[in-house]
């Protein structure tokens, strides 16, 4: 039985990525460091979780010999760009820079009107999804999400599924139950490998990236309703139940009997 949707944000709810490339530029002007990345960059460097995680791994890209010292001086230059980031995106988002993605609102709400619940995993930090979600639904966004997982309460960034299963543990629900929402790579994994059926959505940021495993890729959500996605779930046992059946019962481990 479907009891949940799940959400990722950055790429699924809506196509946030050139924003926060430009936040990450602003960012990096702003500290006169002479960085720049493009798009062909930021996309590469999309394969990283996580904005901090992603600052670091570019500067040992570009300064292969790079090590902390005393004090932390590379940890606080990765926070300082990050926050300044941060404060960039909010702004942008809060001006209307975006909105969601087509049939996202349609399909939560109606997950909402047949008793279903909704939640987030992310790796993105609160105030990101705040801003964008404040600013698409409204002030009480929050009410519309029974749990949310994010880079506040699940650090190990995805593929890792830590998000994921913190998610499910709050909602106190099965994978079997739920459904994941994902644009990337990175997101297909950690969702399956919490034993999720995921469904992909990708952005021009993410379209070459690998989704073998998906229960459906698909342009948007504006086609996507209720009853289709409870027919994939029945189609998905149905296939591992025929697929299980098939392989064959392992042999009894033979020993000496005494």
């Not at 209720?226 to 020993?255: C, D, H, N, Y």
């Amino acid at each position: 039985m479907l009891n949940a949707l799940i959400f990722d944000v950055d790429g699924t709810l809506a196509d946030t990525e050139s924003v926060h490339l430009a936040a990450f530029n602003h960012a990096f002007a702003q500290e006169g460091l002479g960085w720049h990345w493009d798009v062909p960059l930021y996309t590469q460097l999309l394969d990283v979780s996580g904005g901090k995680e992603r600052l670091l791994h570019y500067w040992r890209m570009v300064q292969p010999g790079l090590k902390e010292v005393d004090g932390g001086a590379v940890r606080d230059t990765v926070a300082r760009l990050h926050e300044i980031k941060t404060a960039c995106y909010e702004q942008a988002i809060s001006a209307g820079a975006v909105a969601l993605r087509p049939g996202v609102l349609t399909l939560m709400q109606a997950a909402l009107n047949q008793g279903l619940q909704l939640a987030i995993a992310t790796t993105t930090s609160p105030v990101n999804i705040a801003a964008l979600l404040r600013t698409a639904i409204g002030p009480d966004w929050r009410s519309h999400f029974l749990a949310i997982g994010d880079a506040s309460n699940a650090p190990l960034k995805k593929p890792h599924p830590q998000v994921y299963l913190k998610v499910l543990a709050d909602m106190r629900l099965d994978p079997a139950q739920c459904v994941a929402f994902e644009d990337s790579a990175n997101g297909l994994q950690s969702a399956t490998a919490a034993g999720l059926a995921t469904v992909i959505t990708p952005s021009s940021y993410t379209a070459q990236h690998d989704f073998g495993t998906a229960l459906r890729v698909l342009p948007d959500l504006s086609q996507l309703d209720l009853g289709q996605l409870r027919q994939w779930l029945v189609e998905r046992e149905a296939t591992r139940a025929t697929l299980g059946a098939r392989r064959p019962a392992a042999k009894p481990q033979g020993g000496t009997k005494r």
